[in-house]
Nanobody, 121 residues
Framework: QVQLVESGGGLVQAGGSLRLSCVASGTIFSIETMGWYRQAPGKPRELVAAITSGDTGDYAESVKGRFTISRDNAKNTVYLQMNSLKPADTAVYYC???????????????WGQGTQVTVSS
């Protein structure tokens, strides 16, 4: 059974840092793109950052220069280093996998359960 398990969320003061991790567990052969989305109360879910299996990254304008996405393909893990955090970054952060090929299925889009990030002013 495939799962995306996030960790690393929490409460931090403005200007601080957090590192999110997401591990894709199960019998996984490949994942085309892994990424992070976030959803604040009353707002739609939005892309934060994504990275392909070839290490091409893409970022939302609001986090460029502050957040860094990376992945370890051998471990099916994606990381999000978040620096200079702002109260506006407060949201539930969701791990996402696109083009996930497991032993039994091909998933176009697969989501984790989410982890809360709260930035206090």
């Amino acid at each position: 059974q495939v799962q995306l398990v996030e960790s690393g969320g929490g409460l931090v003061q403005a200007g601080g840092s957090l590192r999110l991790s997401c591990v894709a567990s199960g019998t996984i052969f490949s994942i085309e793109t892994m990424g992070w989305y976030r959803q604040a109360p009353g707002k739609p879910r939005e892309l934060v950052a994504a990275i392909t299996s070839g290490d091409t990254g893409d970022y939302a304008e609001s986090v460029k220069g502050r957040f860094t996405i990376s992945r370890d393909n051998a471990k099916n893990t994606v990381y999000l280093q978040m620096n200079s955090l702002k109260p506006a970054d407060t949201a539930v952060y969701y791990c996402n996998a696109k083009g996930l090929r497991s032993a039994t299925h091909y998933y176009l889009n697969f989501w984790g359960q989410g982890t809360q990030v709260t930035v206090s002013s």
